[in-house]
């Protein structure tokens, strides 16, 4: 679990403020703002076959979600989001692929709308425009090969 720390100096008094993040964040205060963002320190808030959390070298910002095709050939992890009609609204995440063998399909309420090209593997932030608003569906099948992903953000 990831904490963040607020250090507050005031003459000599020292005051520290805790908090920790376990869900997804959505700002949702400014109604010309959306911000969302995930960095699976759990998969409570994602309806959940195969993936699991895991730490790998590859991560920039362990731990992440991970497939490996040998626990589930296929893995597919969903989540709803409430998104706001902002302009020029984005999805990123970051990924990182060991196997050529890999094929990970990202969708949005049931279209796809990515995919890992061919024989890649590696690591790379991956974006995609959302031109929707409202419920919004996010959902990654992957199949063979491990993947894993961290860092979702919609701004």
Not at 91 to 116: G, I
Not at 126 to 154: E, M, P, Q, R, W
């Amino acid at each position: 679990m990831k904490l963040l720390k607020l250090l507050i100096i005031c003459s000599s008094i020292i005051v520290t403020f805790s908090c920790s993040k376990t869900q997804p964040f959505n700002n949702s205060a400014d109604p010309n703002y959306f911000y969302f963002e995930e960095h699976f320190e759990n998969l409570d808030n994602w309806s959940n076959v195969g993936w699991t959390i895991a730490t790998h070298h590859g991560l920039i910002n362990p731990p992440g979600a991970k497939h490996y095709w040998f626990d589930s050939e296929t893995s597919i992890m969903s989540i709803n989001v409430d998104v706001k009609e902002v302009e020029d609204l984005t999805f990123s995440f970051y990924r990182y692929a060991d196997s050529q063998s890999v094929v990970l399909e990202l969708y949005f309420n049931d279209v796809l709308v990515w995919n890992n090209p061919s024989y890649w593997f590696g690591a790379g932030t991956h974006s995609v425009a959302i031109t929707v608003s409202g419920s919004l569906n996010i959902k990654f099948i992957a199949n063979g090969g491990t993947v894993y992903i961290d860092d979702i953000v919609i701004e």
